[in-house]
């Protein structure tokens, strides 16, 4: 079964820390996602990855950056923590190529709040 | 750039009762339409999609959706909703050839007994 691992449920920083959200699949996808979702706003689209070292911006970039060293590994890294980034962290992985079609697979999240 | 509607932020239901989640999208291309679920404190996960074929599609859970191209709607429908239903549904959107999704906002599903 398709599996979706986001390092930590809960976390908690403070506002200036840099921090990191890992993400991790198992499934070979090639293209890898990270969405922030807050009451109201739904989901959007921080960063997304075709392949290993590739990365493109998504609709709410500022103030992230990502790094994918590894096909199974897409990190989300906030540089200067501030608190209007606590928000609930979702990754996402689906098969590459023509694959606009297939579903997206989703990680259970990251819940980060930054005071 | 493609968008989602979805109107209602909540949809309070009483258990048997049947539902409908409004989705409207704006696009004049083809587009593929997706609903996506989200149980309590889990990731999301897709319920049903339109590609092409078929207007209505069908989940495995009793759900179904139809895609209404001169309305740009895609509205979700169950005809008896039961407890285990309530979660947030999400409409998503991508164009024919994109790799991105378009979320709409979500729409809570509360059934009470």
């Known amino acids: 079964d398709v599996k979706v691992t986001q390092s930590s449920r809960y976390l908690v920083k403070r506002t200036g820390e840099k921090v990191f959200l890992e993400c991790v699949q198992d499934?070979?996808?090639?293209?890898m996602f990270w969405y922030r979702q807050d009451p109201g706003l739904g989901l959007r689209l921080i960063y997304f990855?075709?392949?290993?070292?590739?990365?493109e911006k998504g609709d709410i970039p500022e103030g992230y950056s990502v790094s994918r060293e590894k096909k199974e590994r897409f990190s989300l890294i906030l540089e200067s923590a501030s608190t209007n980034q606590t928000s609930m962290y979702l990754c996402?992985?689906?098969?590459?190529?023509?694959?606009?079609?297939?579903?997206?697979?989703f990680g259970n999240g990251t819940r980060l709040t930054v005071t | 750039a493609q968008s989602v509607t979805q109107l209602d932020s909540q949809v309070p239901v009483f258990e048997e009762a049947p539902v409908e989640l409004r989705c409207n999208y704006s696009s004049s291309v083809s587009v593929y339409l997706f609903w996506y679920v989200q149980y309590p404190n889990q990731g999301l996960q897709l319920l049903l999609k339109y590609l092409s074929g078929s207007t209505l599609v069908e989940s495995i859970n009793g759900f179904e959706a139809e895609f209404n191209k001169s309305q740009t709607s895609f509205h979700l429908r169950k005809p008896s909703v039961h407890i285990s239903d309530t979660a947030e549904y999400f409409c998503a959107v991508t164009l024919a050839g994109y790799s991105t999704l378009t979320f709409g906002k979500g729409t809570m599903l509360l059934v009470s007994p």
């Open positions: 499934m070979d996808h090639e293209n």
């Open positions: 990855s075709y392949d290993v070292k590739m990365k």
């Open positions: 996402a992985s689906r098969s590459g190529g023509a694959s606009y079609n297939s579903p997206l697979h």
